[in-house]
């Protein structure tokens, strides 16, 4: 088992380990599926939110849900990628968190996810929490155990 020298690693506000939003691809309400694949093409992100004009949170788009999007009965309907919104396939049954919790609450969130998006109290979308990040923290501190 391991024991942590002390709680307050734990404790600590994701805040500083945050990727800005302003560091993060993103597509808005109304954009077509076509423009959320290009951007998940060109950043090679698996999945990027969704924010409304405000840049309050409102869901994550994948080339998952596009391409489901598309699929006919006989074949890919390509030509129907400019007329699909992002806002009718974005995923919004997902985790977040707020830019205020813990270290702790994101450890037990990230067990599911690759990455959380972290808003504020009114939405406002703040940045991503990467699995990455969490787990080179937790290594920092489990390395200084040894010492």
């Given at each position: 088992?391991i024991?942590?020298?002390?709680?307050?690693?734990?404790?600590?506000?994701?805040e500083?380990?945050?990727?800005?939003?302003?560091?993060?691809?993103?597509?808005?309400?109304?954009?077509?599926?076509?423009?959320?694949?290009?951007?998940?093409?060109?950043?090679?992100?698996?999945?990027?939110?969704?924010?409304?004009?405000?840049?309050?949170?409102?869901?994550?788009?994948?080339?998952?849900?596009?391409?489901?999007?598309?699929l006919?009965?006989?074949?890919?309907?390509?030509?129907?990628?400019?007329?699909?919104?992002?806002?009718?396939?974005?995923?919004?049954?997902?985790?977040?968190?707020?830019?205020?919790?813990?270290f702790?609450?994101?450890?037990?969130?990230?067990?599911?996810?690759?990455?959380?998006c972290?808003?504020?109290?009114?939405?406002?979308f703040?940045?991503?929490?990467?699995?990455?990040?969490?787990?080179?923290?937790?290594?920092?501190?489990?390395?200084?155990l040894?010492?």
């Amino acid at each position: 088992m391991i024991s942590l020298p002390s709680r307050d690693f734990l404790d600590t506000p994701i805040e500083e380990f945050i990727i800005s939003s302003e560091k993060v691809a993103h597509v808005q309400l109304g954009n077509s599926a076509e423009h959320a694949l290009l951007v998940l093409t060109k950043t090679g992100y698996s999945a990027i939110p969704v924010l409304d004009p405000k840049y309050r949170f409102c869901g994550l788009i994948n080339a998952q849900r596009i391409t489901d999007a598309i699929l006919g009965l006989e074949h890919i309907e390509y030509e129907r990628l400019p007329d699909i919104k992002v806002d009718e396939i974005m995923q919004t049954d997902l985790p977040l968190i707020n830019i205020t919790e813990r270290f702790q609450r994101a450890l037990d969130l990230l067990i599911d996810q690759n990455f959380l998006c972290v808003v504020d109290a009114e939405g406002m979308f703040m940045g991503i929490l990467t699995r990455r990040v969490i787990l080179k923290q937790l290594k920092k501190q489990i390395y200084q155990l040894r010492k």
